[in-house]
């Protein structure tokens, strides 16, 4: 089972940014994913999780309304469009899959990880 997380570079504030996680080795199409970063010197932190349909979303209150996380079960992906880039967005971003169908934030509630993506965003 792995998670192949990809999609993170530099960009300027206020720019956008699309990462993409791609599952192989078993299909997730049951199972909600999540992204979670991890910014230099603080602890990792949830940023949005989806159920499998896409249809029940959940949304830490600092990226509300300029994040989206689509997801193609066709394609075992998940993705975190990023809008309106902070520099406070700066962080190593991971990707989770869950076995359990429950949209949640708890980063010990996820069975599987990525191995991270930066991404930097310069003022």
């Known amino acids: 089972v792995q998670l192949q997380a990809s999609g993170g570079g530099l960009v300027q504030a206020g720019g956008s940014l699309r990462l993409s996680c791609a599952a192989s080795?078993?299909?997730?199409?049951?199972?909600?994913m999540g992204w979670f970063r991890q910014a230099p010197g603080k602890e990792r932190e949830f940023v949005v999780a989806?159920?499998?349909?896409?249809?029940?979303?959940s949304y830490a209150d600092s990226v509300k309304g300029r994040f989206t996380a689509p997801r193609d079960n066709a394609k075992n992906t998940v993705y975190l469009q990023m809008n309106s880039l902070k520099p406070e967005d700066t962080a190593v971003y991971y990707c989770?899959?869950?076995?359990?169908?429950?949209?949640?934030?708890?980063?010990?509630?996820?069975?599987?990880w990525g191995q991270g993506t930066q991404v930097t965003v310069s003022s």
């Open positions: 989770a899959a869950r076995l359990g169908r429950a949209v949640v934030a708890g980063e010990r509630l996820y069975d599987y």
């Open positions: 080795g078993r299909t997730f199409s049951s199972g909600a």
């Open positions: 989806i159920s499998w349909s896409g249809g029940s979303t």
